[in-house]
């Protein structure tokens, strides 16, 4: 079973503060992806990586890929009460069939 | 173009009681996925079809749950006898192709409380 730890599970802070949270796995994914899902709604993807150490840049948002291709982290900067949300990780391997296995997800709000 | 459509959006049902939910994924998107995504929890995958066959059921509860996508396109996912432990959202996904790490584009889910 291919486990994705995520950390924080929850996380609050004032408007303006930075922050990174976590995705962690023993297992080696061809490609990880990080989506955001806001209440009511689906995730929508944000990022693809899918190079060890590859670093990608979203506005404020910067993801990076471990270099062994385990673990994943997402930095917020200067953080906004729209990033309120929760943010989910998940891995895929290209011997699975496009199948992806997500973790539980940080819950994130960011107070005006 | 339009997203993953699905209904109903919500849905009250008791226990032991049938369900169904629809789903129509972006026109032209070869694979479809079914989530159930548990309060707190992640999306778990438990059904994934590529036009109208199945890729991976290995945890859909096939005692109760069932899925069909016949033509290739639209899909309904069914739960007889639902169980309280099936409250939960429901979430169809679709993406263009097979491919690993493809982008998945999600419908808003549809949420059932068994009561």
């Known amino acids: 079973t291919q486990l994705l730890e995520q950390s924080p599970q929850f996380l609050s802070i004032q408007e303006g503060e930075n922050l990174t949270v976590y995705c962690n796995s023993s297992?080696?994914?061809?490609?990880l992806q990080w989506y955001r899902q806001e209440p009511g709604e689906g995730p929508v993807l944000l990022v693809t990586v899918v190079t060890g150490g590859e670093v990608k840049k979203l506005k404020r948002l910067t993801f990076q890929f471990g270099d062994a291709r385990k673990d994943s982290s997402l930095h917020i900067t200067a953080a906004q009460p729209g990033d309120t949300g929760l943010y989910l990780c998940a891995g895929a391997q290209n011997t699975n069939a496009g199948k992806s296995t997500f973790g539980d997800g940080t819950t994130l709000t960011v107070k005006p | 173009e339009a997203g993953v459509a699905q209904s109903p959006r919500y849905k009250i049902i008791e226990k032991r009681q049938s369900v169904a939910f629809w789903c129509n994924p972006i026109?032209?998107?070869?694979?479809l996925y079914w989530y159930q995504q548990i309060l707190g929890q992640g999306p778990k995958l438990l059904i994934q079809f590529q036009n109208n066959g199945v890729v991976d059921d290995s945890q859909l509860p096939k005692d109760r749950f069932s899925a069909e996508r016949l033509k290739g396109v639209d899909s309904t996912l069914k739960i007889q006898p639902a169980k309280l432990e099936d409250s939960a959202v429901y979430l169809c996904?679709?993406?263009?192709?097979?491919?690993?790490?493809?982008?998945?584009?999600f419908g808003p889910g549809t949420r059932l409380t068994v009561l």
């Open positions: 026109s032209g998107h070869a694979t």
């Open positions: 996904a679709s993406s263009l192709d097979l491919g690993f790490g493809d982008t998945q584009y």
């Open positions: 297992s080696v994914f061809s490609s």
